[in-house]
C-alpha cells in the first residue's frame, strides 16, 4: 500500500542519515585517528579539602542570596518595626497612606540605625581580622555571630525561650554560647512579634477613644447614618500632627531594643 511504501522509505533515510552521522566519531576512534582535546575540569574553591566546581559555586552563591530577605527579616530588628508602623497605619484609619513603599523604607533606615553598633562590633571582630589574614575562616565566623547571638538574646523572653527549648527536645543551657541556633531564632521572632504588638496596643487607645467619643455625639445628635470614622479622621489625624506622632513612635522604637 502508498502507506506503508512511504513508511519504509522514510525510515531507510533516516538509517542512512543517522550513518552519515556517526562516520566522524567512528573515524576518530579508530587508532591512530587525531583525538579531539578534553574539556578542561574547571574548579574554583574547596570544601572541606574537596575542590568544588565553578557551577556548584554558582549555585551556592545564589542560594545564600535569596535567603538574605529572610535573614534581615528575622535576625533584626525588622520585624518589630514594621508590625508596629503597620498598626499605626490601621490604627489612624487612612487606608494606604502612607505607602508600603514609604513604610518600608522608614522601617529600613530605622532597622539600620538599630543595628548599626552590632554590626560594627561584628566586622571589627570578626571579619575585618579575617579578611586581613589574621584569623581563620572558622573562628572568624564565630566572632562575627556572637554580637548577632548577643543581641537576640538580649530581646527574647525567658518563657519563649524555654517553650522552643522544650519543643526541641533540649534540657536547661549551661550558657548562652550553648543555645542551639534554630531555637533562638525562633524565640527571638516569636519575643518581637509579642512585643510589636504590646506596642500596637497601646497606640491604639487613644485612636479607639476618639472614635467612641465621635460615635456617641453622632447617635446622641440623630445622625446615625453618617459614618463615625469619616468624622473621627480628621481628629485623628490633629492629634496625631499635635503630639508629633512620628517622632514619637520612631523614638519609642528605637529605645524599646535592649541594649546589649
Not at 548577632?148 to 519563649?160: G, I, K
Request: charged content about 10%; aromatic content about 8%.
Amino acid at each position: 500500500m502508498p502507506g506503508h511504501r512511504l513508511n519504509r522509505s522514510t525510515c531507510l533515510q533516516l538509517l542512512v542519515l543517522l550513518a552519515l552521522l556517526a562516520l566522524p566519531a567512528l573515524a576518530l576512534a579508530a587508532p591512530g585517528a587525531p583525538q579531539l582535546p578534553a574539556l578542561p575540569d574547571v574548579n574554583v574553591g574547596r570544601i572541606g579539602g574537596q575542590p568544588v566546581s565553578l557551577p556548584l559555586q554558582t549555585l551556592l552563591l545564589m542560594t545564600a542570596i535569596t535567603l538574605l530577605p529572610s535573614m534581615l527579616l528575622m535576625l533584626t530588628a525588622f520585624t518589630r518595626i514594621i508590625i508596629v508602623l503597620g498598626l499605626l497605619r490601621q490604627a489612624l484609619g487612612t487606608g494606604q497612606t502612607p505607602s508600603n513603599q514609604v513604610l518600608l523604607g522608614l522601617a529600613l533606615f530605622l532597622t539600620a540605625m538599630v543595628m548599626l553598633p552590632v554590626w560594627d562590633k561584628a566586622w571589627s571582630t570578626g571579619m575585618s581580622p579575617y579578611l586581613n589574614g589574621e584569623i581563620d575562616f572558622q573562628t572568624a565566623w564565630t566572632l562575627t555571630t556572637q554580637p548577632l547571638r548577643a543581641f537576640m538574646l538580649a530581646q527574647v523572653r525567658e518563657t519563649d525561650l524555654l517553650t522552643f527549648a522544650g519543643l526541641a527536645g533540649h534540657g536547661p543551657y549551661a550558657g548562652p554560647d550553648a543555645i542551639p541556633f534554630p531555637v533562638l531564632v525562633a524565640s527571638f521572632v516569636t519575643s518581637e512579634l509579642k512585643t510589636a504588638f504590646e506596642i500596637g496596643f497601646l497606640i491604639f487607645i487613644p485612636f479607639v477613644i476618639i472614635d467612641l467619643v465621635v460615635a456617641s455625639v453622632l447617635m446622641s445628635m440623630g445622625m446615625m447614618m453618617l459614618s463615625p470614622m469619616l468624622i473621627s479622621a480628621p481628629f485623628k489625624l490633629l492629634l496625631f500632627v499635635l503630639v508629633d506622632g512620628w517622632v514619637l513612635v520612631v523614638g519609642t522604637l528605637a529605645a524599646s531594643f535592649n541594649a546589649v
